[in-house]
């Protein structure tokens, strides 16, 4: 790096993502949290005052950013962006209005680095996983054009369910994947909830979180997908087909998951190859990058959320319990944290790789 600091604003400071976003980016050595925004009920307010008793983070406030007044990111956008280089964005508001929101920051030359779903679609917008699609930022130049930026972009990341089985499938890709059967069980921080402030999910299993299985069988294909032209064309195979389970743990979601292959597999081979697996990420030696992405326990009653969710500050992938039900056909467990590595952390390693790139300059 050229030794630059970016300045950084975060939009949706006082929700879930945004205080990790906090707490990440306080000691950032390449970004510089200068602007804290949400919505117009805690703008106006010093953020120690705006968040009052919702900080649910284990770390407290970051000292030099609970007196910063929180910023409208609607009325006082002119305001944020005049004082930043980029903003990362969390918040909960319709779609139409997010898509709307990313898209006025990013025509006004402040580029958008996204935890929200609204834009995971579009098709210029790259959906990345810097580990697995690197390469999707070249969509970037195309969606510029579009919005007619110099600057101005949005960059999105992926749905934090998948962010445990589909880092797991990739470095099989290439044995031929033909079918992915998944069953996740999912944090409750994911749904911006704390066990204090959820009792319905106390003692308790609820199979059904709306939008996540369509999420995590349609997502990971735009991530596989290939950049034709001005669009990203997702790939139409493995077929994926996903259950996603709400369950009583604060943080890590899990994945049991069964995949299918053309040919017979061997399972020394697929444990080398997660154990060994390197993305650019970790060639470029990226601040928030886990030195190993991927993590295989040999013990038989791991990954463990409560043990595990945390592997390399919560940026590392753990799998477990491999086994063989074919010649074609394995299964296993997998498991990542969801607010780290499935939402802040890995919007901050996008960032990072984008930055890397040039694409903040
Ligand atoms: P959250 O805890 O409910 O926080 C929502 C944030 O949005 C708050 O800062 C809120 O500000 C702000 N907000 C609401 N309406 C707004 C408006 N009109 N203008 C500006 N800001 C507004 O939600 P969250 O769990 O952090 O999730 C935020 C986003 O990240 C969602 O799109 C969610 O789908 C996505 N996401 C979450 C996770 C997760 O693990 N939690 C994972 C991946 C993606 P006020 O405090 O002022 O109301």
């Known amino acids: 790096m050229n030794g630059k600091q970016y300045k950084v604003g975060i939009i949706g400071a006082t929700g879930m993502v945004g205080q990790r ?22 703008a106006g307010k010093p953020y120690r005052e705006a968040i009052g ?25 002119d305001q944020i962006v005049s004082q930043v280089d980029f903003v990362f964005c969390a918040v909960n508001m319709p779609k139409d209005e997010i898509r709307a929101l990313e898209e006025k920051y990013a025509k006004a030359e402040c580029p958008v680095i996204s935890n929200n779903s609204a834009n995971r679609f579009t098709p210029d917008v790259p959906m990345i996983v810097p580990e697995i699609n690197p390469d999707h930022t070249d969509i970037i130049q195309a969606q510029r054009k579009r919005l007619g930026t110099k600057r101005g972009f949005i960059a999105v990341k992926s749905n934090c369910s998948l962010q445990s089985y589909v880092p797991a499938i990739h470095p099989l890709m290439d044995l031929g994947v033909t079918k992915v059967l998944t069953c996740t069980y999912q944090a409750i921080s994911g749904a911006g909830k704390t066990l204090k402030n959820y009792p319905d999910i106390i003692d308790n299993v609820i199979p059904f979180i709306g939008g996540e299985e369509e999420k995590s069988e349609q997502e990971p294909l735009k991530i596989w997908g290939s950049i034709q032209g001005d669009v990203i064309v997702p790939t139409s195979s493995p077929s994926i087909t996903a259950q996603c389970l709400r369950v009583p743990v604060q943080d890590g979601h899990m994945a049991a998951v069964f995949a299918s292959f053309e040919k017979p597999v061997d399972l020394d081979d697929i444990i080398s190859r997660w154990n060994s697996y390197k993305g650019v990420p970790q060639e470029l030696e990226l601040p928030s990058a886990p030195k190993q992405f991927l993590h295989y326990f040999t013990e038989e009653n791991r990954p463990q959320t409560r043990l595990d969710r945390n592997l390399e500050n919560g940026m590392a992938v753990s799998i477990g319990r491999l086994r063989r039900d074919t010649q074609y056909d394995i299964k296993f467990v997998c498991l990542s944290h969801n607010t780290l590595r499935g939402a802040a952390g890995g919007a901050v390693l996008m960032a990072e790789l984008l930055c890397a790139k040039g694409y903040f300059d």
């Open 21 to 42: 976003f906090m707490t990440l980016l306080c000691n950032h050595p390449w970004f510089d949290v200068k602007v804290l925004a949400a919505s117009g009920r805690s």
């Open 53 to 77: 008793d919702r900080w649910v983070m284990d770390a407290s406030i970051p000292e030099k950013l609970a007196d910063l007044t929180v910023l409208d990111a609607e009325k006082d956008m």
